[in-house]
Every structure is written in structure tokens, then in C-alpha cells.
């Protein structure tokens, strides 16, 4: 037997013929990996004068399957899902060891063994660990299988006869196929096992979970062609000292993208959390400078969030600018607006920029927000607790609109507030200002929304 050898990118699935320490493709280093392929004989593929191709169809001539979906029983990730599972389809499931994936998708085959049998797959832990986690969980059903085998052709052929519903594998990296010579976990093991899952999957129209570990810099270990292989990729999240978890979609073949569902994990497992805006707000601490609450909106969903800051005296050379939760990037360009047009003298300050929760915040709209936050510590006078803000900033100091104002207000308004620092754009568009049940100040500069706090 012949075999070939080359070198692979575990980040970004590059392949080259000799090692180097960094990947020419992606620029991360130290991360090629050595792979070795079995050469076959190629002969040609004989061409056949009468095979059928397929024919090209009109759009209205494809069926929709829109009833096929099955609901998981979780109210939060049907919905971040869109409606449930597909049938057939490949979900990937990421996160940090310890975040709670195994445990989620035990629930998971919990709820979804009402409906037919589940088979789970944990190849990383032993059945005795597993029996002891579902325990825990109240796992009691008898529709669910666990079998602890990783060899995939084993995997197919227990697919095949059990015909689950679901099939769980607890994780991608541990399942490898016999036939190929490289150990679990390379980047062609979990590239090849993936593929012949998905094949015996959509044979099968059986849909399939897979769990994935992820890196040091957060991606989901194996190439990214795991990524673009599957129909749904979820990242779950979360701060481990805090209880709360979020599933994140980042990509969805059958629904709505950027959907979180969020959980508290507790004695007894999961929880979903179907109000999350109020338990962001639980520990906010009213009356003090530095808060300021903000509505963001998460997926399809209005969030309110609590954006702190703390600017205190610098006693070094260079003052510390330091943020969790929102990028460093945008605080610095957030602190570079205030200092140019707003003529705050901040050179002298540490700024600490935080969000509670342990949610993470990417759209813009939160600027405004963020900005009132620091300027409120630095004048050390607090914002109207009863007031939101909402906003983007832009480099010349103008306050831009910022999408799905409505929702935002109307959740703002369900739970208890008043006032809304909204950008003028925004305000003007408005349709029904009055039935909102919030007063509006609408804001065109950056210093405007400022002189709040000052
Ligand atoms: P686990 O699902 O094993 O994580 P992963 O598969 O992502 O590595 O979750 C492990 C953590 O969850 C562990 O630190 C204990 C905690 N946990 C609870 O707090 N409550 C529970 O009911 C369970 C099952 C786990
Ligand atoms: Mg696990």
C-alpha cells in the first residue's frame, strides 16, 4: 500500500506538501498538523451513453416540507432554531469544555424521545459517567440509547438499525473511520467522519447532533469545513462563574441567523430563561454613576442590558483602557469621539468598560449607551435610572439610527421604564411616538445625549 504524506492546517483545513510553522493561508502558527493518505489506483470512470441526469426544475415545481420539522421540546432552542429540528439535517454544536454541551443535548434527547428513538453516542465519557449526569437530570426515558462505540462504520450501522429520530454524537473529535490511517481527532478524521455522518444521515432522513470542543481562540477544533459542511452551527456560551448560557445560532440553513437562546444552569440541569431581559436587570444597581441600561437586540429579540463604566485617575504613563464584553476597538473609538468632540479630558484616566451578564455586545447601537456610561463616571453624576439609551456613534460625533426601534421601546416600556435617549432619525420615523407609553428625547449629536450626565 502506498501512502502520501502532507501537511494540514487545523484552523482553516489548508493542505501543503511540507511542514512550515505558519499556515501560509490563514497566518496562525504553529498549527499543521501531519496527515497521511492512502493512494488508490485511480481508473477512470467509464462514461455511460444513456444515464439519467437530473433535470432542471421551475421554482414552483419544488415541494416544500414545512410540517416535517421536529419540535424539540425546548421552547428556547425551537425557537432559536426556527420551529425545531429538520429532519435529515447536520447541527454542530460548540463551546468550552465544562460550558454544559453534553448536558443540553441529554436534554435535548430527552424532550425529542417523546416523539421516537434517540440514540446518544458518547464516545467521551463512559455509560456509567453518562447514567450518572442523566440521573441528575431526571433522564428517565426508555426511548433514549446510549452506546459508547466510535468507530463509525459501527455508528452507521446502528443508524441503521435503530432508525432514530436523533442521533446525538458526544464529540465529532473522538468518532473515527477505520479505513483511514490518521488517529481521532486530526483534521482528516473529523473532516471524513463528518461527511460519511451527514451521507448516512440524509439517507437515513435522521437528523444528526454533533458536539464539537473548540480551540484556545474560540473556534470549533477541525477544520472550518466542519463549518461549512453542516446546516446549523450553535456556539454555547456563557460566563462559568455566572450561571447563565447562551446558545448562539451562527449559521442556519432553515431559520433566522444571530439567535440566542438563553439558560441558567442550576441543580438539576438547564433552565431556559424565557424573560432574559429581566434577569440581566436583577442585580442592577440603581442611582449610580457609571449604569446605564441599553436595549440591543439579540437575533429577532429585544435584550435589555446593563453597560457599566468606572473612570478613575491614572498612576502610571499610560492610562489602562480595559473592557469585557464590548470590543476594545469600538471603547477606543468611543473614548477618541468624546475626546475630540465632547472635549473630555480623559487622557489622564483608566476607563473600565463592562457589561453585566456575561453577555458579549457586536451591534453599534449600544454606543450611545456605552459613552453616557463613562461620562457618567467621569462627572460622577448618575443617568435618570428610569431612562434607556439607544444609539450609534459615528466618527464625527452624529448619533445614527440604528434598526427595529419599536421593539426595543416597546420592551423598554414592559419593563418599567420611562424615559428613551433615541437617535433623531430614528424618532422621526416613529409612527405611534404617543401609544409607546415613553417619552422621547431625540438626540442628533453625540453632546446633546451627554449634557444628560453632565
Ligand atoms: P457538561 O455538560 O459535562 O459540559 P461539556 O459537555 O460542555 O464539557 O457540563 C459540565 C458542567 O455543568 C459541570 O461543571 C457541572 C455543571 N452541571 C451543573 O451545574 N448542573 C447539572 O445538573 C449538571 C448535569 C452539570
Ligand atoms: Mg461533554
Known sequence: MKTKSFWTCSGCGNRQTRWTGQCSLCQEWNCMEEETEVLQVKTPRPLLPNATSSK???LHEIRENKSDRFATGLQEVDRALGSGIVPGSLTL???????GKSTLALQIAQAMSKKGPVLYICGEESLEQVALRARRLNVSSQEILFCGETEYSK???????????LTIIDSIQVIYRGDIPSSPGSVTQVRECASSLMQTAKNLNAATLLVGHVTKSGDIAGPRILEHLVDTVLYFEGDRHLNLRLLRVMKNRFGPTDEIAVFQMGENGLEQVLNPSQLFLETRSIGSAGSVIIPTIEGSRPLLIEAQALVTDTF????SRRSAGIDANRLALLLAVSEKRCQMRLGQCDVFASVTGGIKITEPAADLGILIAITSSFTNKPLDPKTIVVGEVGLGGEVRAVRRMEARLKEAHHLGFSRAIIPKQNYSALKKKNELGLELIPVQWVDEALSEVQ
Request: negative net charge.
Open 56 to 58: 432542471p426544475v421551475r
Open 155 to 165: 455508528i452507521a450501522n446502528l443508524m441503521t438499525e435503530i432508525q432514530p429520530i
Open 316 to 319: 502610571f504613563a499610560t492610562p
Open 93 to 99: 454544536i460548540g463551546g468550552d469544555p465544562g460550558i
